[in-house]
């Protein structure tokens, strides 16, 4: 065999590798890492490839957090004669007291494989939530020395 032709198969086979690897993709996001107590951010899921239907979606339980509401969207498309699966979750949620918050990792297992998410940290600064709404009638009359 030429050394061409050996290199030829041996890019198809890393293709072909990266190309089954990216069969399942599972990502978060967040539109702020930084907030104050009672202020809203979202928290985005997106999981998408051809899934199985036997595949288990795991979604994180946002503990300490408060989820305020939460949408869900499902596309689907055929590209090739290959079949995707995209699928959309948006928590839009609120740190009640001042810390710092960790989103657990998102987990997708089918009897192959399992995809799994990194975890995300937010910080929420300012007084708890109770102390806020007792001097918030003050705050929105105003004060004058």
Known sequence: MSKLFKLALVGLWFLSLGLSLEEKVVAVKVDKKKVETGEIFTYEV???????????????????????????????????????????????IFAPNPGVYTIEPVTLESAKNKYQSQAITIKAAGKPLEEKKKILPYIEKGTSL
């Open 46 to 92: 997106t999981v998408q490839g051809n899934l199985e239907s036997s595949a288990k979606l795991k979604l994180p339980e946002f503990k300490g957090l408060r989820v305020v509401s939460q949408s869900q969207s499902r596309s689907y498309s055929i590209k090739g004669g290959v079949a995707k699966t995209t699928i959309n979750f948006a928590y839009h």
